[in-house]
Protein backbone atom coordinates (compact mmCIF):
# COMPACT_ATOMS: atom_id res chain seq x y z
CA UNK A 1 0.00 0.00 0.00
CA UNK A 2 1.16 3.18 -1.26
CA UNK A 3 1.07 5.94 1.45
CA UNK A 4 0.55 9.74 0.91
CA UNK A 5 4.32 11.22 1.40
CA UNK A 6 4.81 13.68 4.49
CA UNK A 7 6.51 16.71 3.92
CA UNK A 8 8.69 17.58 6.97
CA UNK A 9 10.99 20.52 7.75
CA UNK A 10 14.42 18.88 9.03
CA UNK A 11 16.66 21.31 11.17
CA UNK A 12 19.76 19.66 11.40
CA UNK A 13 23.48 20.75 13.76
CA UNK A 14 25.95 21.01 11.12
CA UNK A 15 29.31 21.39 12.54
CA UNK A 16 32.68 20.84 10.31
CA UNK A 17 35.28 20.05 13.22
CA UNK A 18 35.24 19.55 17.23
CA UNK A 19 36.22 22.86 17.32
CA UNK A 20 34.65 25.32 15.07
CA UNK A 21 31.31 26.17 15.68
CA UNK A 22 27.75 24.52 14.64
CA UNK A 23 24.96 25.52 13.35
CA UNK A 24 21.21 24.10 12.47
CA UNK A 25 20.56 24.16 8.46
CA UNK A 26 17.12 23.95 7.05
CA UNK A 27 16.01 20.65 4.90
CA UNK A 28 13.11 20.56 3.91
CA UNK A 29 11.96 17.05 2.74
CA UNK A 30 9.02 14.61 1.53
CA UNK A 31 9.18 11.33 3.07
CA UNK A 32 7.23 7.92 2.88
CA UNK A 33 6.13 7.26 5.78
CA UNK A 34 7.50 3.75 5.98
CA UNK A 35 10.76 5.44 5.70
CA UNK A 36 13.16 5.02 8.98
CA UNK A 37 14.40 7.84 10.53
CA UNK A 38 17.96 7.09 9.25
CA UNK A 39 16.87 5.98 5.43
CA UNK A 40 15.16 9.45 5.52
CA UNK A 41 18.84 11.55 6.32
CA UNK A 42 20.37 9.25 3.76
CA UNK A 43 17.84 10.02 1.22
CA UNK A 44 19.10 13.75 2.38
CA UNK A 45 22.23 12.97 1.59
CA UNK A 46 21.95 11.47 -2.13
CA UNK A 47 20.58 14.51 -2.79
CA UNK A 48 23.22 16.44 -1.01
CA UNK A 49 25.97 14.46 -2.75
CA UNK A 50 24.35 15.09 -6.66
CA UNK A 51 24.73 18.69 -5.88
CA UNK A 52 28.09 18.35 -4.90
CA UNK A 53 27.60 19.44 -1.00
CA UNK A 54 28.84 17.57 1.96
CA UNK A 55 26.46 15.34 3.53
CA UNK A 56 25.26 15.30 6.85
CA UNK A 57 27.86 13.13 8.55
CA UNK A 58 25.91 10.60 10.96
CA UNK A 59 26.73 7.23 12.81
CA UNK A 60 25.17 3.70 11.81
CA UNK A 61 26.14 0.13 11.83
CA UNK A 62 23.60 -1.79 12.60
CA UNK A 63 20.14 -0.86 11.88
CA UNK A 64 18.69 -3.35 14.14
CA UNK A 65 18.73 -1.73 17.62
CA UNK A 66 21.76 -3.90 19.22
CA UNK A 67 25.22 -1.89 17.85
CA UNK A 68 24.34 1.77 19.50
CA UNK A 69 26.21 3.36 17.45
CA UNK A 70 23.28 5.94 16.01
CA UNK A 71 21.54 7.93 18.80
CA UNK A 72 20.61 11.17 18.06
CA UNK A 73 18.73 13.52 19.99
CA UNK A 74 15.22 14.24 17.94
CA UNK A 75 13.03 17.03 19.20
CA UNK A 76 15.34 17.18 22.57
CA UNK A 77 14.80 13.09 22.96
CA UNK A 78 17.90 10.88 22.43
CA UNK A 79 16.43 8.39 20.19
CA UNK A 80 13.15 10.61 19.38
CA UNK A 81 9.81 10.21 20.53
CA UNK A 82 9.08 6.55 20.95
CA UNK A 83 9.85 4.71 23.75
CA UNK A 84 12.52 1.92 23.98
CA UNK A 85 14.00 1.96 20.61
CA UNK A 86 16.81 3.38 19.17
CA UNK A 87 17.26 5.56 16.03
CA UNK A 88 17.67 3.56 13.65
CA UNK A 89 14.55 1.84 14.99
CA UNK A 90 12.64 4.84 14.58
CA UNK A 91 9.80 5.49 11.44
CA UNK A 92 8.25 8.56 9.98
CA UNK A 93 4.91 7.42 10.47
CA UNK A 94 5.68 8.14 13.97
CA UNK A 95 5.72 12.29 12.90
CA UNK A 96 2.62 13.86 11.30
CA UNK A 97 3.23 16.14 7.83
CA UNK A 98 4.13 19.23 8.22
CA UNK A 99 6.01 18.58 11.99
CA UNK A 100 9.30 20.46 12.09
CA UNK A 101 11.84 18.07 13.28
CA UNK A 102 15.23 18.82 15.20
CA UNK A 103 18.09 16.91 15.01
CA UNK A 104 20.86 17.31 17.69
CA UNK A 105 23.87 15.60 18.25
CA UNK A 106 24.45 14.15 22.22
CA UNK A 107 25.47 17.02 24.20
CA UNK A 108 28.28 16.53 26.81
CA UNK A 109 31.58 17.82 27.52
CA UNK A 110 32.45 13.94 27.62
CA UNK A 111 31.06 13.56 24.28
CA UNK A 112 32.87 16.16 21.93
CA UNK A 113 31.25 16.50 18.65
CA UNK A 114 33.97 15.00 15.72
CA UNK A 115 31.07 16.27 12.81
CA UNK A 116 28.05 17.07 12.38
CA UNK A 117 26.05 14.45 14.74
CA UNK A 118 29.22 12.08 15.16
CA UNK A 119 30.14 12.39 18.68
CA UNK A 120 33.43 11.07 20.65
CA UNK A 121 31.68 8.24 22.88
CA UNK A 122 35.24 6.63 23.48
CA UNK A 123 35.06 7.53 27.22
CA UNK A 124 32.65 4.75 27.63
CA UNK A 125 35.01 2.52 26.28
CA UNK A 126 37.68 3.90 28.43
CA UNK A 127 35.16 2.93 31.12
CA UNK A 128 34.63 -0.56 29.81
CA UNK A 129 38.82 -0.95 30.12
CA UNK A 130 38.83 -0.27 33.66
CA UNK A 131 36.59 -2.88 34.86
CA UNK A 132 34.15 -3.98 32.15
CA UNK A 133 35.15 -7.60 32.23
CA UNK A 134 36.25 -10.72 34.47
CA UNK A 135 39.58 -11.91 34.57
CA UNK A 136 39.73 -16.14 34.07
CA UNK A 137 42.55 -17.36 32.05
CA UNK A 138 40.82 -18.94 28.69
CA UNK A 139 40.43 -22.22 27.89
CA UNK A 140 38.19 -24.64 26.64
CA UNK A 141 34.42 -23.54 26.90
CA UNK A 142 33.39 -24.16 30.70
CA UNK A 143 29.73 -26.46 30.92
CA UNK A 144 26.88 -24.79 30.25
CA UNK A 145 25.38 -25.49 33.50
CA UNK A 146 28.31 -25.88 35.56
CA UNK A 147 27.48 -23.17 37.82
CA UNK A 148 24.09 -22.93 39.04
CA UNK A 149 22.11 -19.48 39.00
CA UNK A 150 18.84 -18.61 39.74
CA UNK A 151 16.58 -17.62 37.23
CA UNK A 152 15.77 -14.16 38.48
CA UNK A 153 19.27 -13.35 38.91
CA UNK A 154 20.19 -14.90 35.84
CA UNK A 155 17.18 -12.46 34.39
CA UNK A 156 18.23 -9.18 36.16
CA UNK A 157 22.04 -9.73 34.66
CA UNK A 158 20.38 -10.02 31.40
CA UNK A 159 18.30 -7.14 31.79
CA UNK A 160 21.24 -4.83 32.64
CA UNK A 161 23.27 -6.54 30.19
CA UNK A 162 21.18 -5.56 27.38
CA UNK A 163 22.76 -2.02 27.37
CA UNK A 164 23.91 -1.37 23.65
CA UNK A 165 26.56 1.71 24.77
CA UNK A 166 25.01 4.01 22.69
CA UNK A 167 25.41 6.78 25.68
CA UNK A 168 21.80 7.93 25.47
CA UNK A 169 21.39 8.28 29.12
CA UNK A 170 24.43 10.49 29.01
CA UNK A 171 22.85 12.86 26.59
CA UNK A 172 18.91 12.75 28.19
CA UNK A 173 20.68 13.42 31.69
CA UNK A 174 20.40 17.29 32.44
CA UNK A 175 23.76 16.58 34.38
CA UNK A 176 25.32 14.61 31.59
CA UNK A 177 25.69 12.10 34.32
CA UNK A 178 26.96 7.99 32.68
CA UNK A 179 25.45 6.41 36.01
CA UNK A 180 22.76 4.17 34.19
CA UNK A 181 25.47 2.98 31.62
CA UNK A 182 28.18 2.20 34.35
CA UNK A 183 25.52 0.67 36.89
CA UNK A 184 24.34 -1.73 33.90
CA UNK A 185 27.96 -3.04 33.22
CA UNK A 186 28.56 -3.06 37.11
CA UNK A 187 25.31 -5.01 37.86
CA UNK A 188 26.03 -7.67 34.94
CA UNK A 189 29.37 -8.77 36.54
CA UNK A 190 28.05 -8.21 40.48
CA UNK A 191 25.23 -9.98 40.23
CA UNK A 192 27.16 -13.44 38.29
CA UNK A 193 29.29 -16.20 40.15
CA UNK A 194 31.83 -15.23 38.02
CA UNK A 195 31.65 -11.40 38.99
CA UNK A 196 31.70 -11.61 42.55
CA UNK A 197 35.75 -12.04 42.62
CA UNK A 198 36.64 -8.90 41.42
CA UNK A 199 33.13 -6.33 42.28
CA UNK A 200 34.77 -4.08 44.59
CA UNK A 201 37.72 -3.47 42.40
CA UNK A 202 35.67 -3.05 39.19
CA UNK A 203 33.05 -0.64 40.79
CA UNK A 204 35.94 1.76 42.09
CA UNK A 205 37.93 1.46 38.68
CA UNK A 206 34.74 2.05 36.44
CA UNK A 207 33.83 5.57 38.70
CA UNK A 208 36.79 6.81 38.92
CA UNK A 209 37.36 6.97 35.16
CA UNK A 210 33.74 7.65 35.07
CA UNK A 211 34.27 10.77 37.20
CA UNK A 212 37.83 11.47 34.96
CA UNK A 213 36.40 12.01 32.03
CA UNK A 214 33.94 14.83 33.70
CA UNK A 215 30.69 13.19 32.97
CA UNK A 216 27.76 14.99 35.74
CA UNK A 217 26.81 13.31 38.64
CA UNK A 218 23.32 11.81 39.07
CA UNK A 219 20.64 13.36 40.82
CA UNK A 220 18.00 11.33 40.18
CA UNK A 221 15.74 12.55 37.62
CA UNK A 222 15.42 8.93 36.00
CA UNK A 223 15.84 10.41 32.82
CA UNK A 224 18.26 8.21 31.33
CA UNK A 225 15.44 5.72 31.99
CA UNK A 226 13.08 6.97 30.62
CA UNK A 227 15.02 7.33 27.42
CA UNK A 228 17.28 4.29 27.47
CA UNK A 229 16.31 2.01 24.29
CA UNK A 230 16.72 -0.92 26.25
CA UNK A 231 14.84 0.26 29.13
CA UNK A 232 17.71 -0.28 31.60
CA UNK A 233 16.42 0.28 35.30
CA UNK A 234 17.79 2.87 37.40
CA UNK A 235 17.54 -0.15 40.21
CA UNK A 236 20.94 -1.03 38.91
CA UNK A 237 22.46 2.72 39.53
CA UNK A 238 20.97 1.72 43.26
CA UNK A 239 22.64 -1.68 43.06
CA UNK A 240 25.97 0.57 41.87
CA UNK A 241 26.10 2.76 45.02
CA UNK A 242 25.69 -0.17 47.13
CA UNK A 243 28.58 -2.19 45.70
CA UNK A 244 30.35 1.39 45.91
CA UNK A 245 29.90 1.92 49.70
CA UNK A 246 30.06 -1.98 50.30
CA UNK A 247 33.78 -1.72 48.14
CA UNK A 248 34.47 1.23 50.66
CA UNK A 249 33.88 -0.11 53.84
CA UNK A 250 35.64 -3.54 53.07
CA UNK A 251 38.57 -1.72 51.85
CA UNK B 1 41.49 9.39 56.94
CA UNK B 2 41.96 10.21 53.42
CA UNK B 3 40.02 7.74 51.61
CA UNK B 4 36.97 8.90 53.60
CA UNK B 5 37.18 12.86 51.71
CA UNK B 6 38.33 11.25 48.47
CA UNK B 7 34.87 9.13 48.22
CA UNK B 8 32.72 11.57 49.56
CA UNK B 9 34.30 13.96 46.57
CA UNK B 10 33.52 11.10 43.99
CA UNK B 11 29.95 11.05 42.03
CA UNK B 12 28.27 8.85 44.44
CA UNK B 13 30.10 10.35 47.49
CA UNK B 14 28.45 13.71 46.48
CA UNK B 15 24.84 11.70 46.22
CA UNK B 16 25.44 10.20 49.51
CA UNK B 17 26.45 13.62 51.51
CA UNK B 18 23.20 14.92 49.69
CA UNK B 19 21.17 12.40 51.11
CA UNK B 20 22.00 11.73 54.59
CA UNK B 21 22.24 15.38 54.82
CA UNK B 22 18.96 15.66 53.16
CA UNK B 23 17.66 12.96 55.57
CA UNK B 24 19.18 14.68 58.77
CA UNK B 25 16.67 17.98 57.43
CA UNK B 26 13.56 15.65 56.81
CA UNK B 27 13.45 14.52 60.18
CA UNK B 28 14.47 17.92 61.68
CA UNK B 29 11.30 19.14 60.06
CA UNK B 30 9.30 16.35 61.54
CA UNK B 31 10.27 17.45 65.32
CA UNK B 32 9.75 21.53 64.19
CA UNK B 33 5.91 20.97 62.70
CA UNK B 34 5.48 18.62 65.77
CA UNK B 35 6.66 21.61 67.88
CA UNK B 36 4.77 24.92 65.50
CA UNK B 37 1.65 22.61 65.75
CA UNK B 38 1.28 23.89 69.13
CA UNK B 39 0.90 27.68 67.70
CA UNK B 40 -3.01 26.68 67.11
CA UNK B 41 -3.02 25.85 70.99
CA UNK B 42 -2.79 29.75 71.29
CA UNK B 43 -0.14 31.96 73.30
CA UNK B 44 -0.60 29.60 76.67
CA UNK B 45 0.56 26.24 74.29
CA UNK B 46 2.75 27.62 72.43
CA UNK B 47 4.90 29.78 74.82
CA UNK B 48 5.05 26.87 77.04
CA UNK B 49 6.23 24.23 74.43
CA UNK B 50 9.14 27.80 73.52
CA UNK B 51 8.97 27.43 78.02
CA UNK B 52 10.44 23.81 77.46
CA UNK B 53 13.14 24.04 75.04
CA UNK B 54 14.26 26.90 76.87
CA UNK B 55 15.47 24.55 79.75
CA UNK B 56 17.55 22.79 78.07
CA UNK B 57 18.85 25.70 76.55
CA UNK B 58 22.74 24.61 76.32
CA UNK B 59 21.42 20.98 74.24
CA UNK B 60 19.07 23.02 72.14
CA UNK B 61 22.21 25.24 71.28
CA UNK B 62 24.14 21.88 70.43
CA UNK B 63 21.48 20.54 68.59
CA UNK B 64 21.50 24.00 66.59
CA UNK B 65 25.34 24.06 65.65
CA UNK B 66 24.93 20.64 64.29
CA UNK B 67 21.54 21.73 62.22
CA UNK B 68 23.47 24.28 61.04
CA UNK B 69 26.42 22.34 59.93
CA UNK B 70 23.43 19.81 58.34
CA UNK B 71 21.96 22.68 56.25
CA UNK B 72 25.28 24.09 55.30
CA UNK B 73 26.95 20.90 54.17
CA UNK B 74 23.75 20.01 52.10
CA UNK B 75 23.34 23.49 50.28
CA UNK B 76 26.93 23.57 49.56
CA UNK B 77 27.23 20.03 48.20
CA UNK B 78 23.98 20.85 46.28
CA UNK B 79 25.15 24.14 44.71
CA UNK B 80 28.68 22.45 43.74
CA UNK B 81 26.53 19.59 42.24
CA UNK B 82 24.93 21.98 40.21
CA UNK B 83 28.21 24.00 38.80
CA UNK B 84 29.78 20.52 38.44
CA UNK B 85 26.28 19.58 35.83
CA UNK B 86 26.17 22.33 33.83
CA UNK B 87 30.12 22.21 33.62
CA UNK B 88 29.47 18.79 32.55
CA UNK B 89 27.28 20.11 29.35
CA UNK B 90 28.66 23.62 28.08
CA UNK B 91 25.98 23.17 25.21
CA UNK B 92 22.38 22.78 25.99
CA UNK B 93 19.85 21.41 23.42
CA UNK B 94 18.32 23.48 21.26
CA UNK B 95 14.82 21.41 22.11
CA UNK B 96 14.52 20.77 25.86
CA UNK B 97 12.94 17.13 26.48
CA UNK B 98 13.26 17.20 29.87
CA UNK B 99 9.72 17.46 30.36
CA UNK B 100 9.14 14.22 28.63
CA UNK B 101 11.05 12.23 30.66
CA UNK B 102 11.26 13.69 33.99
CA UNK B 103 8.91 14.84 36.49
CA UNK B 104 8.81 18.63 38.13
CA UNK B 105 10.03 17.40 41.58
CA UNK B 106 13.37 16.26 40.45
CA UNK B 107 13.76 18.35 37.39
CA UNK B 108 13.40 21.67 39.66
CA UNK B 109 15.15 20.18 43.25
CA UNK B 110 17.99 22.93 42.75
CA UNK B 111 15.69 26.25 41.97
CA UNK B 112 13.02 24.92 44.95
CA UNK B 113 16.06 24.14 46.77
CA UNK B 114 17.50 28.03 46.19
CA UNK B 115 14.08 29.78 46.90
CA UNK B 116 13.68 27.35 50.05
CA UNK B 117 17.08 28.84 51.16
CA UNK B 118 16.31 32.32 50.72
CA UNK B 119 13.53 31.70 52.68
CA UNK B 120 15.56 30.15 55.41
CA UNK B 121 17.56 33.42 55.79
CA UNK B 122 14.20 35.36 56.14
CA UNK B 123 12.72 32.94 58.48
CA UNK B 124 16.38 32.76 60.26
CA UNK B 125 16.19 36.78 60.79
CA UNK B 126 12.87 37.35 61.48
CA UNK B 127 11.93 34.85 63.91
CA UNK B 128 15.22 32.80 65.47
CA UNK B 129 17.15 35.81 65.32
CA UNK B 130 14.74 38.32 66.92
CA UNK B 131 13.54 36.19 69.92
CA UNK B 132 17.31 35.18 70.54
CA UNK B 133 19.60 37.97 69.89
CA UNK B 134 17.48 40.82 68.93
CA UNK B 135 17.22 41.83 73.21
CA UNK B 136 13.55 41.56 72.53
CA UNK B 137 11.42 41.67 75.72
CA UNK B 138 8.55 40.29 73.69
CA UNK B 139 7.47 35.96 74.08
CA UNK B 140 8.06 34.02 70.91
CA UNK B 141 4.18 33.74 70.30
CA UNK B 142 3.70 37.52 69.95
CA UNK B 143 6.94 37.50 67.25
CA UNK B 144 5.00 34.92 65.05
CA UNK B 145 2.15 35.97 64.74
CA UNK B 146 3.25 39.53 65.01
CA UNK B 147 4.88 38.59 61.38
CA UNK B 148 1.88 36.51 60.37
CA UNK B 149 -0.40 39.27 60.33
CA UNK B 150 1.56 40.89 57.54
CA UNK B 151 -0.32 39.44 53.98
CA UNK B 152 3.17 39.47 52.16
CA UNK B 153 4.54 37.61 54.93
CA UNK B 154 2.55 35.17 55.07
CA UNK B 155 2.49 34.54 51.85
CA UNK B 156 5.66 34.74 51.00
CA UNK B 157 5.87 32.23 53.91
CA UNK B 158 2.92 29.77 51.83
CA UNK B 159 4.78 30.07 48.52
CA UNK B 160 8.51 28.58 50.20
CA UNK B 161 6.22 25.89 52.08
CA UNK B 162 4.64 24.35 49.05
CA UNK B 163 7.66 24.79 46.86
CA UNK B 164 9.53 22.84 50.13
CA UNK B 165 7.09 20.63 49.52
CA UNK B 166 7.82 19.95 46.28
CA UNK B 167 11.55 19.60 47.49
CA UNK B 168 10.37 16.89 50.00
CA UNK B 169 8.92 14.59 47.12
CA UNK B 170 11.92 15.07 45.09
CA UNK B 171 14.26 14.32 48.32
CA UNK B 172 12.41 11.18 49.91
CA UNK B 173 12.77 8.67 47.09
CA UNK B 174 15.80 9.93 46.33
CA UNK B 175 17.78 9.61 49.52
CA UNK B 176 16.32 5.42 49.02
CA UNK B 177 17.57 5.23 46.09
CA UNK B 178 20.96 7.04 46.85
CA UNK B 179 21.05 4.49 49.44
CA UNK B 180 20.73 1.90 47.21
CA UNK B 181 17.73 0.56 48.68
CA UNK B 182 15.51 0.78 45.67
CA UNK B 183 13.81 -2.67 45.19
CA UNK B 184 10.78 -3.60 42.78
CA UNK B 185 8.81 -4.65 45.88
CA UNK B 186 9.04 -1.83 47.90
CA UNK B 187 10.31 1.06 46.07
CA UNK B 188 6.38 2.00 44.83
CA UNK B 189 5.68 2.00 48.39
CA UNK B 190 8.77 4.51 49.40
CA UNK B 191 7.62 6.81 46.71
CA UNK B 192 3.72 6.79 47.90
CA UNK B 193 5.30 7.50 51.91
CA UNK B 194 7.54 10.56 50.28
CA UNK B 195 4.84 11.94 48.35
CA UNK B 196 2.97 11.44 51.84
CA UNK B 197 5.70 13.13 53.98
CA UNK B 198 5.71 15.85 51.75
CA UNK B 199 1.99 16.58 51.50
CA UNK B 200 1.95 16.02 55.57
CA UNK B 201 4.68 18.78 55.67
CA UNK B 202 2.78 21.04 53.10
CA UNK B 203 -0.14 20.87 55.00
CA UNK B 204 1.03 21.24 58.23
CA UNK B 205 3.59 23.97 57.59
CA UNK B 206 1.35 26.06 54.68
CA UNK B 207 -1.76 26.18 57.36
CA UNK B 208 -0.01 28.37 59.59
CA UNK B 209 0.24 31.32 58.28
CA UNK B 210 -3.28 31.27 56.69
CA UNK B 211 -4.68 30.93 60.34
CA UNK B 212 -2.63 33.42 61.94
CA UNK B 213 -3.15 35.24 58.92
CA UNK B 214 -7.17 34.75 59.27
CA UNK B 215 -7.65 34.25 62.64
CA UNK B 216 -4.57 36.25 64.36
CA UNK B 217 -4.17 32.84 66.00
CA UNK B 218 -6.89 34.70 68.84
S1 LIG C 1 22.01 2.22 29.72
FE1 LIG C 1 20.57 2.40 28.00
S2 LIG C 1 20.81 4.51 27.31
FE2 LIG C 1 22.61 4.05 28.57
S3 LIG C 1 24.18 3.34 27.16
FE3 LIG C 1 23.10 1.51 27.89
S4 LIG C 1 21.49 1.16 26.38
FE4 LIG C 1 22.21 3.25 26.04
S1 LIG D 1 22.49 1.43 14.10
FE1 LIG D 1 22.95 -0.10 15.54
S2 LIG D 1 21.64 0.42 17.20
FE2 LIG D 1 21.04 1.82 15.66
Not at chain 1, 84 to 99: E, S
Not at chain 2, 24 to 41: E, R, V
Request: proline share 4%.
Amino acid sequence: MEHKKLNLTLKVWRQHGPKTPGCFVTYPIAVSPDTSFLEMLDEINNELEKKGKEPIAFESDCREGICGTCGLVINGQPHGPIPRIATCQLHMRNFKDGDTIYIEPFRAKAFPIIKDLIVDRSPMDRIMEAGGFISVNTGSVPDGNAIPIAKEIASEAMDAASCIGCGACVAACKNASAMLFVSAKVSQFALLPQGKPERYQRVEAMVKVMDEYGFGSCSNTYACEAECPKGVSVKNIARMNREYFMSKIKG
Amino acid sequence: MGWVWKSLNSSIGKKLVMAVTGVALMLFLIIHLAGNLSLYGGSKAFNGYVGLLEMIKPLIRVIEVILALVFIFHIINGVRLWIENKIARPQGYTINGSRKNTDVFSRTAFITGSIVFIFLILHLQTIWYKFNYSGTELDLYTITTEWFTHWWYSLLYLIAIVLLGFHLNHGFQSAFQTFGWNSKKYFPLIEKLGTIYAIIMTLGFGSIPIYLYFFGGK
